[in-house]
């Protein structure tokens, strides 16, 4: 299951609508007819006359556009996690906030870096768009620019070098059928997850089943990213590398779990993510 998942941003995109352009149209449109109106409509109208409708919601509409344009294009963003793709760390409903300054200051719409701030770190959660789709994803940041990534028999080569992978035991209780292990990427420690295969683990050995397998070069200005879930996560591993431009920002905290809305939200998964 592809790991794109959903807030307001994501309806709007499976609708195809570009919610980043749409909140900056909004947001110019409200600001531009609130200043004509303060700078020249408001001096003709006589004093007792009441505002034009477009001009009154504009003013009023134009204040909380701006904030929330501010505060999701420069600080802050939240998602919903929809798929499995990044389990164990973050599962099926899971309500996170993203980052948009760890990697610098970016022009809304476009994406190209305004004020360099930071660059993306092996291991950092990333949400980002692929290549060539318009919906937004998280993956594990894996390989970075001219990095030789591997990927065989559940085995993370990079440059040459295994990455240290320790099996944890135990199962996760949403995924029973699971197997964990724990990477070492550069200064993050990353639980993943393979699929059992049941049907070969019957004479006592772990079979895992660990996704597509391949070796890559990551070009400059790309990175090569991969879901913790690695046996069911439709990463680099199949449409190739993210072009720095298609960053979006740098998952750092659980805020809330709500799964749907015959549930109640929870805040028991509340935590920083690794």
């Known amino acids: 299951m592809p790991s ?27 600001g531009v007819i609130a200043l004509i109106d303060k700078l020249f409509l408001a001096k003709k109208r ?13 003013k009023s509409f134009f204040p909380v556009l701006a904030i929330v344009f501010v505060l999701r294009s420069f600080l802050f963003e939240p998602f919903q996690i929809p798929s499995a793709s990044m389990e164990p760390g973050l599962i099926e409903g899971d309500f996170i906030l993203v980052s948009k300054y760890d990697y610098g200051l970016r022009m809304p719409v476009w994406g190209n870096t305004l004020v360099p701030i ?9 949400v980002f768009f692929p290549p060539n789709d318009p919906r937004y994803f998280i993956k594990r940041v894996i390989g970075l620019p001219g990095d030789h990534i591997e990927f065989r028999n559940g085995t993370l080569t990079i440059n040459g070098k295994p990455v240290e992978t320790t099996p944890k035991g135990g199962e996760p209780v949403y995924r029973p059928i699971k197997y ?5 990427l550069g200064e993050h420690d990353a639980t993943v997850q393979w699929m059992v295969n ?10 895992v089943m660990t996704g597509p397998e391949g070796e890559w070069d990551v070009p400059q200005g790309h990175y090569f990213m991969m ?30 779990h709500w799964k749907n809305m015959t549930d109640l939200p929870s805040f028991d998964r509340n935590t920083w993510i690794k």
């Open 180 to 184: 964990l292990a724990e990477e070492k």
């Open 227 to 256: 879901g913790d879930n690695r046996g069911n996560s439709a990463d680099s591993r199949v449409w190739g590398f993210v072009p720095e431009e298609n960053v979006v920002g740098k998952a750092v905290a659980i805020w809330m």
């Open 198 to 207: 049941p049907v070969a683990s019957q004479n006592g050995q772990i079979m």
């Open 46 to 58: 006589q004093p007792e006359a009441e505002e034009p409708f477009l001009v009154e919601q504009s």
């Open 118 to 126: 930071g660059e993306p770190e092996r291991g950092d959660v990333m």
């Open 4 to 30: 794109h998942f959903f807030s307001l941003a994501g309806l709007l995109l499976f609708m195809n609508i570009d919610f980043p352009l749409v909140l900056m149209i909004a947001t110019l449109v409200t």
